[in-house]
């Protein structure tokens, strides 16, 4: 295992180079922007799907009440994300785009979801057919959401817009210069739509399921299960609800299997058919798409991450009931690049692994059509008529998936500490330096003479016709930062210079930054520097990067901190 960590660790910068990638950004961002939806609903599908699984039945106006939230919240997701998605890609384009051209991230949000409808949704007598307003409807999602923000930049760059005289006020007159983009956006996806619906017979949502079905034909060989457990959980990566794309064109299979199996059983037969629907759930996707179910267990066990530890002990009950989404995007585990082998080649393995146990070692097809979101060890040993051979099954596929994910998490982790270990050390010392402030702070009430040089001059000078100094410090949480941005404070009250300093978090500072005249990057942040860079160049703003040493001596001595950031506003 150490082999393989050691692999995936020469090919980090490669990892990091893909992540980077402004596409990809926008759907990891625009699915983090959706996760508190993701959070709240998995709880109520817990709800509504776990009691009868152990035979309970839920009162049908509760029940019903537990769907109902769950089909307003998560069942609207891809909808959701079609807008979300759309505003990180157009916040990221807007960095690189030509001085004085801004695209409206509100407006590409807005023409995201109605271009997504266009593209996903159909509407019968009336109303809008729902499946794929969920999960099912995120490959229109990002389709919608590239279209949009393209055809905005498209427009802008070449200024093909309506243009209001400049008395009309500015929010009317953004109106009136997003009609044309906006319009072209919605037409093209409703141009889509059309060709989608005239050459395969259904929406563009469809289109993956449609034209992979006829592949499917005799997918019962271990080729095939595995071309189809390879691809689910690849989509799925990607940000395609994988299930959605392949499965539809295998319900007859899946669905005429199990009925198979359960008359061959009755006439005292071997069940022999591996492809059918739980063998999917509980083998194929055992904890969810991916085969995760044993990584939740390897984060609180064996990671030292806090970050891992904690989205293990947030996602190990859903993982366990098949809900798996709080763990592939906090983690995150979706379009991250440290997870894709493993998290296609778990479910491969299993597949494989099942299809074995059943043509070779006779152990029983699946005969019965369980609740998707019963826990696979339990689910897979009730489905074969409770043999004890179907607990060893269930047992060696923990330990493969084992075997698969540890050395993968294991080296993502080491990124994590390491990152986690420079916020902790640099806020450790920076708080054991508090005593040292105030006795820094005695020094200077009781000495207030100061050797001015002719550098100080030079920087007075400079500064001398201008405003305050408005500085913005950047870590990766806003805790180490905060620290230097106090020191600055404190240290302007102290000398009486004109500096004022704010502390922020890198990822949520883009809105905020061109309030700013000098932008200071903390060490933990100083691997972004050249990303950065690209905006504040644009925004004629000063970019400092610090080392780990200098930052700390800054937030102890605030008069120093003062110096030095008027000392590099002055080069």
């Known amino acids: 295992m150490n082999v393989i960590i050691q692999q995936i660790e020469k090919r980090q910068a490669f990892f990091q180079k893909i992540s980077k990638n402004i596409y990809l950004m926008a759907i990891k961002d625009g699915f983090l922007a959706a996760m508190p939806v993701i959070l709240f609903s998995s709880i109520f599908i817990l709800c509504a799907a776990i009691p009868p699984i152990f035979g309970l039945t839920i009162p049908a106006g509760i029940e019903a009440w537990l769907w109902k939230i769950y089909d307003y919240t998560m069942g609207i997701v891809g909808m959701l994300v079609a807008g979300t998605t759309a505003r990180c890609l157009a916040g990221n384009m807007n960095r690189k785009m030509p001085d004085g051209k801004v695209i409206n991230e509100t407006s590409v949000m807005l023409a995201a979801t109605c271009g997504f409808l266009l593209l996903a949704i159909t509407k019968t007598d009336g109303a809008f057919f729902a499946d794929y307003m969920g999960t099912k409807g995120i490959l229109s999602a990002f389709v919608s959401a590239f279209i949009t923000v393209n055809m905005y930049k498209f427009c802008i760059i070449r200024d093909i817009t309506i243009k209001m005289p400049k008395e009309v006020p500015g929010t009317i007159a953004q109106n009136f210069r997003d009609v044309f983009p906006f319009s072209f956006s919605v037409f093209i996806c409703a141009m889509i739509d059309i060709l989608a619906r005239n050459f395969i017979n259904a929406p563009f949502g469809e289109v993956f399921s449609k034209l992979l079905s006829p592949l499917f034909a005799g997918a019962e060989s271990y080729f095939g299960l595995a071309i189809i457990w390879f691809l689910i959980p690849m989509f799925w990566f990607v940000g395609v609800h994988g299930p959605s794309v392949v499965k539809p064109g295998l319900s007859a299979a899946l669905y005429g299997n199990t009925e198979a199996n359960l008359k061959i059983f009755t006439e005292g037969g071997h069940p022999n058919h591996a492809l059918t629907e739980n063998f999917g759930n509980f083998i194929g996707e055992l904890g969810g798409t991916g085969a995760t179910f044993i990584v939740p267990i390897?984060?609180?066990?064996?990671?030292?991450?806090?970050?891992?530890?904690?989205?293990?002990?947030?996602?190990?009950?859903?993982?366990?009931?098949?809900?798996?989404?709080?763990?592939?995007?906090?983690?995150?585990?979706?379009?991250?690049?440290?997870?894709?082998?493993?998290?296609?080649?778990?479910?491969?393995?299993?597949?494989?692994?099942?299809?074995?146990?059943?043509?070779?070692?006779?152990?029983?097809?699946?005969?019965?059509?369980?609740?998707?979101?019963?826990?696979?060890?339990?689910?897979?040993?009730?489905?074969?008529?409770?043999?004890?051979?179907?607990?060893?099954?269930?047992?060696?596929?923990?330990?493969?998936?084992?075997?698969?994910?540890?050395?993968?998490?294991?080296?993502?982790?080491?990124?994590?500490?390491?990152?986690?270990?420079?916020?902790?050390?640099?806020?450790?010392?920076?708080?054991?330096?508090?005593?040292?402030?105030?006795?820094?702070q005695a020094v200077?009430?009781?000495?207030?003479?100061?050797?001015?040089?002719?550098?100080?001059?030079?920087?007075?000078?400079?500064?001398?016709?201008?405003?305050?100094?408005?500085?913005?410090?950047?870590?990766?949480?806003?805790?180490?930062?905060?620290?230097?941005?106090?020191?600055?404070?404190?240290?302007?009250?102290?000398?009486?210079?004109?500096?004022?300093?704010?502390?922020?978090?890198?990822?949520?500072?883009?809105?905020?930054?061109?309030?700013f005249d000098m932008v200071v990057l903390a060490p933990q942040v100083n691997s972004y520097y050249d990303d950065i860079k690209t905006d504040t160049d644009r925004l004629g703003i000063k970019l400092i990067a610090t080392k780990g040493a200098e930052y700390i001596k800054l937030t102890r001595d605030p008069a120093g901190a003062i110096k030095f950031v008027l000392n590099e506003a002055s080069k």
């Open 444 to 515: 200077k009430l009781v000495d207030k003479s100061e050797t001015v040089t002719s550098d100080d001059l030079e920087i007075e000078q400079a500064l001398a016709q201008e405003d305050d100094l408005k500085v913005l410090v950047l870590c990766a949480g806003a805790g180490t930062s905060a620290m230097l941005a106090n020191a600055l404070e404190e240290g302007a009250k102290e000398t009486g210079k004109h500096v004022v300093a704010k502390a922020g978090a890198y990822g949520s500072h883009y809105d905020i930054m061109p309030n």
């Open 298 to 440: 390897i984060f609180i066990l064996l990671m030292r991450s806090k970050q891992l530890k904690a989205v293990g002990k947030a996602s190990i009950i859903p993982v366990m009931f098949a809900v798996n989404e709080p763990l592939l995007f906090a983690a995150p585990i979706i379009l991250n690049p440290y997870f894709f082998v493993p998290f296609c080649l778990a479910p491969i393995a299993n597949v494989l692994i099942g299809k074995f146990f059943i043509s070779v070692l006779g152990m029983n097809g699946f005969m019965y059509i369980l609740p998707w979101a019963t826990p696979g060890p339990i689910g897979t040993v009730m489905n074969t008529g409770f043999q004890p051979i179907s607990i060893v099954l269930s047992l060696v596929l923990l330990a493969v998936d084992f075997m698969i994910y540890y050395p993968f998490c294991k080296a993502y982790d080491k990124v994590l500490v390491a990152q986690e270990a420079e916020r902790v050390e640099e806020i450790a010392e920076v708080e054991e330096a508090i005593p040292e402030l105030s006795n820094a």
